[in-house]
């Protein structure tokens, strides 16, 4: 589902891919910094379907984030 946020970020900003990808990753530091954690991790559990808790959180969370 990351990559379809990814595209349709590209399309509506009619931005290369790299440049929505670091859009969506942007948006998602910003809502797990703000969001409480059951929430956010609901959302990451949806956009990240096959992935556990924390293994591939969002940008600079998880194990060895700072």
Do not use: K, W, Y
């Amino acid at each position: 589902m990351i990559d379809e946020l990814v595209e349709a970020v590209a399309r509506a900003g009619n931005l290369s891919r790299d440049q929505a990808r670091l859009a969506v990753d942007g948006m998602i530091r910003f809502m797990a910094a703000r969001l409480p954690s059951p929430l956010f991790g609901e959302l990451q559990t949806r956009l990240h379907p096959t992935a556990s808790p924390g293994a591939d959180g969002a940008p600079g969370q998880g194990p060895g984030a700072p």
